[in-house]
């Protein structure tokens, strides 16, 4: 899948869902789980016990779902990943030699991350095809994400840090071209127990908050360019 297809999917689908479990074999559950239930992308952390062999694992075995690397904080750890065949790389922070890495690498898109104006738009000029703005949850939650937005409209933001059903909405309302979601949508409890029923069922909520906010903007939007 070409970069554009790779950030094209990425916004129509609007959610990440970070897979950040304790064991391998979590996270091929959660994996399995979150694609079951209707969302075609994951993303495995580095602190997965295994991280890179997962993921190397998962792309052979799910050809249908856009499995990323997350939590990789510099270009020697992303060059692995890449050979493993993650279709993107994600990060927490700012880190230019991972984004100009992945910037040369066909096929794969990069999410970097960046909280203040400077580093979105340093990650931005870098080659970044999302900056993911964590942890907005303590920086003004939406309100932060409608201000980053304002004067770099051009920028595809992704809200990352404290995402839940509550802000969800929001967030999107906001102006973020997706959510980044990890215990929220894949809970510790759900995991020890492997429910996958309620993974199951908080994808679907996921989702659906997603695809109605979306629906209400674009019924806003056609109202205001053709008022009665």
């Known amino acids: 899948m070409s970069k554009e297809k790779l950030r094209a999917k990425v916004e129509e689908v609007g959610i990440v869902p970070v897979i950040r479990t304790s064991s391998a074999d979590d996270a091929r559950f959660a994996v399995e789980e979150v694609a079951h239930g209707g969302i075609p992308i994951v993303e495995v952390t580095m602190t997965v016990p295994g991280a890179i062999s997962v993921i190397r694992e998962?792309?052979?075995?799910?050809?249908?779902?856009?499995?990323?690397?997350?939590?990789?904080?510099?270009?020697?750890?992303?060059?692995?990943?890449?050979?493993?065949?993650?279709?993107?790389?994600?990060?927490?922070?700012?880190?230019?030699?991972?984004?100009?890495?992945?910037?040369?690498?066909?096929?794969?898109?990069?999410?970097?991350?960046?909280?203040?104006?400077?580093?979105?738009?340093?990650?931005?000029?870098?080659?970044?095809?999302?900056?993911?703005?964590?942890?907005?949850?303590?920086?003004?939650?939406?309100?932060?994400?409608?201000?980053?937005?304002?004067?770099?409209?051009?920028?595809?933001?992704?809200a990352a840090g404290g995402v839940n059903q509550q802000n969800a909405a929001h967030y999107i309302l906001a102006g973020a071209a997706a959510l980044s979601v990890g215990k929220e949508l894949i809970p510790a409890e759900s995991m020890l127990l492997h429910k996958p029923d309620r993974i199951r069922e908080l994808v679907k909520r996921f989702a659906t908050i997603v695809r109605t906010t979306r629906a209400r903007m674009a019924e806003a939007q056609a109202q205001a360019a053709n008022p009665r």
């Open 58 to 158: 998962l792309v052979k075995n799910l050809p249908d779902v856009i499995v990323g690397a997350g939590t990789v904080v510099d270009a020697q750890t992303a060059r692995q990943c890449l050979d493993a065949g993650a279709h993107f790389i994600s990060n927490p922070v700012l880190d230019p030699p991972t984004v100009e890495l992945v910037q040369k690498n066909p096929g794969v898109i990069m999410m970097s991350g960046g909280l203040t104006p400077t580093e979105m738009v340093n990650a931005w000029k870098a080659g970044a095809d999302f900056v993911k703005i964590f942890p907005c949850s303590l920086v003004g939650s939406d309100n932060y994400i409608r201000t980053l937005k304002r004067p770099f409209p051009q920028i595809p933001v992704i």
